[in-house]
């Protein structure tokens, strides 16, 4: 079984050197070059091999859903292309990929910030009510994205650090 980022890459490559496209690792933008008639040969590949198991993807029940539903495959293949044509450095024109808006996604999986959320579609965008829960949701992903970045924090030996660089930066 391989792995999603080897079945895109070579499902690309070969959809590319199928249709006589000159193909450089870390060199070609793929993105630039792949038409919508290529996307979809790439796309069908890769359905095939999902479906045939040949391609890993985890047992959920979310997956298995997928993979009894042509269209719910298919869209999921189509999001994954992209994912692969922006992240993967071979097929990027050699550019490591940067998160535009990092971040961007603090507490969408907090149950506090999709309660209020919820509660907040009941009132009118300029109502009182619907500005102070936008104030307690804009707050609580404040606290869900601190509370991210405490538990990303690394231990400093500061043993290891220079006494002029440690006097300099107040350590």
């Not at 690792?25 to 999902?50: D, P, R, Y």
């Not at 102070?132 to 869900?144: A, C, M, N």
Request: positive net charge; charged residues 30%; glycine residues 4%.
């Amino acid at each position: 079984m391989q792995s999603q980022r080897a079945a895109y890459y070579n499902a690309i490559t070969s959809v590319l050197k199928e249709n006589k496209v000159k193909f450089e690792e870390n060199k070609t933008k793929v993105k630039e070059v792949l038409t919508s008639e290529m996307k979809e040969q790439v796309m069908s590949i890769v359905v095939a091999g999902f479906k045939a198991r040949t391609i890993a993807l985890k047992d959920t029940p979310a997956n298995q859903a997928k993979l009894s539903d042509d269209a719910k495959m298919r869209e999921y293949a189509k999001s994954t292309l992209h994912n692969w044509l922006l992240k993967d450095i071979r097929l990027n024109g050699g550019v490591e990929h940067k998160i535009k808006n990092p971040g961007s996604r603090a507490g969408q999986g907090d149950k506090f910030v999709k309660n209020f959320q919820a509660l907040q579609a009941q009132f009118s965008p300029d109502s009182e009510q619907y500005a102070l829960l936008q104030t307690k949701i804009d707050t609580r992903k404040q606290e869900v994205a601190t509370e991210k970045a405490k538990k990303t924090q690394r231990e400093v030996d500061l043993s290891l650090i220079p006494e002029d660089l440690k006097k300099q930066l107040g350590l």
